[in-house]
Every structure is written in C-alpha cells, then in structure tokens.
C-alpha cells in the first residue's frame, strides 16, 4: 500500500530561521512522482515541486530546497531565511500509475516576526 | 488557458439537501480526479473520471455520493442528504493524461452544512 508520513504536526519559528519539513514515503512502484504543495490560510493549493523517481538530484528554487533521498524513502523540503509569507501548511504527496495523488497529514508552518 | 475552474467557491446547505460540486477541467484535459480535505485533515482521493466513465472510485463513501464527467460540460460531484460531516473543502484536479502528466488543482469549494 502507499503512504505518506509527515510526521511534524506543526512547526514554529521566528523569521530568517531556516527550517526543514520531513516527508517519508511507502510504495512498491518502480516509478513514481513526489509533490509538494502549500496551502496558505486562504485555502487554495500551491504547487511547488514534482519529483520523478528515477532523479535524485537535489533542487534548489529560490529560498526553497528539497533533497530527496531514496534509500531512505524521503523527500524532505527546506525554507531558508524563513518569511512570514511561507506561514502555510505543507503537504507532501506520492502518485504511481496514473495521477491519483496520496497526500500526507500535512505540516503547519508558523513563522513568527 | 485558463486554469482548473471550480464553483461555487462556498456552498451553504442546511441537513438533508443536496449540493452539486462542479469543476471544469482545463482546456485538454479529459481526466478529473476529486478529493476532499476534512477540517485540519490532509486531502483524501474520492474519484477519478474520464470522460463518461468513471476510473477509480475507491475512495467514495458508499451512500449519499456520485460523481459524474459527461462527454459535454464539468465534472460533477454530487452529495444527496447531506450531514454536518459532509462539511469539507472538495478540490478537483485535472489532467491531460493518465501516466507521467502532472495534474493541476482547482481552488476548492468549501461546502458548510448547517
């Protein structure tokens, strides 16, 4: 069966901290996508990133980093220089076959002036 | 090209009504896939639709849910008599294939039942 687990309910920091949101996943597909989205307090969903799982390669996109590791089975997300603008909740997702995505609990992101 | 188009973006109910969720898919895509995100929950997968067929609807509640996608017009999920617990932000997404095609969320409607 596949699972995601973020495992870190909520999460508070005081600006310019960076921070790190954990995402470890479960599947026995060979091939698969990792997502991560934002949903700020005005509800919508926010892509950020989508992962393929033959690249490993870490990526870096401004402020925002994410470094995937297979062996472990995570796909962690880095803020750096945290803003109050990134106080959000963060979902991590896993997709196999086709499209149908399996979405984590979610992190709540605090950052605090 | 517009996006991913959902309406209404809030539906009030009152207990045992029914409320029609639709969602217009962007311009070329034929697969929809609907998913409802209960207060302080992650978003869980309902359906996937095609046009005129639906794919996968393991996650659907038994009773009281549909969902359809005709060959003209939105996707529409519908939920007869509803309860408070129907209370949900329902987002739709899209996509222009089934594998390898990234599929792109709609703003959601928040349906309130009172």
């Known amino acids: 069966a596949q699972k995601v687990t973020q495992a870190q309910t909520e999460i508070s920091v005081v600006e310019k901290e960076d921070v790190t949101l954990d995402c470890v996943y479960e599947t026995r597909d060979t091939t698969y996508y990792l997502f991560w989205y934002k949903q700020p307090p005005s509800g919508e969903l926010v892509f950020l990133i989508r992962?393929?799982?033959?690249?490993?390669q870490n990526e870096i996109s401004g402020r925002y980093s994410w470094n995937f590791q297979k062996s472990t089975s995570s796909f962690n997300f880095t803020i750096t220089a945290s803003q109050v603008v990134d106080s959000a909740v963060y979902f991590c997702?896993?997709?196999?076959?086709?499209?149908?995505?399996?979405f984590g609990a979610g992190t709540r992101l605090a950052v605090h002036p | 090209n517009a996006g991913v188009m959902q309406n209404p973006r809030h539906l009030v109910r009152r207990r045992g009504q029914e409320a029609r969720l639709r969602c217009s898919p962007m311009?070329?895509?034929?697969?929809v896939y609907w998913y409802r995100q209960l207060p302080e929950e992650g978003l869980k997968f309902m359906v996937y639709?095609?046009?005129?067929?639906?794919?996968?609807e393991s996650g659907m509640p038994k009773e009281r849910f549909s969902a359809e996608f005709p060959k003209e017009g939105p996707s529409i999920l519908r939920i007869q008599q509803v309860v408070r617990g129907d209370s949900a932000a329902y987002f739709c997404a899209s996509s222009p294939g089934q594998t390898r095609s990234q599929a792109f969320f709609g703003q959601g409607t928040r349906l309130t039942v009172v």
């Open positions: 639709l095609q046009k005129e067929n639906i794919i996968d």
């Open positions: 997702a896993l997709t196999g076959g086709y499209n149908k995505l399996i």
């Open positions: 992962r393929n799982s033959f690249d490993e």
């Open positions: 311009k070329g895509h034929s697969h």
